[in-house]
């Protein structure tokens, strides 16, 4: 009876032991994802969407100002498009999103959003 506890015990160990080797294990370089978001896509893709539809200038630059780092943004929100229709935040609430030092409350939002729902 006792050989049979210590085998079982042994098995789990071992069972353990293995599959925490198997977890340390590096991937192969093959087999490892590339980052989704590089500049050469994110500048292509701007391009793209710039002669679909014209941008708003000013705000696209201050996304870009603020933006620290290339891989915090998307092609999809790396610019913002014009519109005779829809006011921009900065328009509403007097600065562009993300600006530094500038935290947008949850009131401000909801204003902006009250007034796109006006429209």
């Known amino acids: 009876m006792i050989a049979k506890r210590n085998s079982g015990c042994v098995f789990a160990y071992v069972s353990l032991l293995a599959l925490a080797l198997a ?23 701007s391009k793209t ?3 679909a539809q014209p941008l708003d200038e000013d705000y696209t630059a201050k996304i870009r100002e603020y933006t620290t780092e290339p891989f ?3 092609p999809l929100v790396d610019h913002l498009p014009a519109s005779t229709t829809v006011p921009s935040p900065d328009k509403i609430l007097g600065y562009a999103i993300g600006t ?4 947008t409350h949850v009131a401000d939002i909801h204003r902006y959003y009250l007034e796109l729902f006006v429209l």
């Open 72 to 74: 915090l943004s998307t």
């Open 49 to 51: 969407k710039s002669a």
């Open 100 to 103: 530094p030092d500038k935290l």
């Open 23 to 45: 977890l340390a294990l590096p991937v192969p370089a093959t087999h490892a994802k590339t980052p989704r978001h590089s500049k050469s896509k994110t500048s292509a893709s």
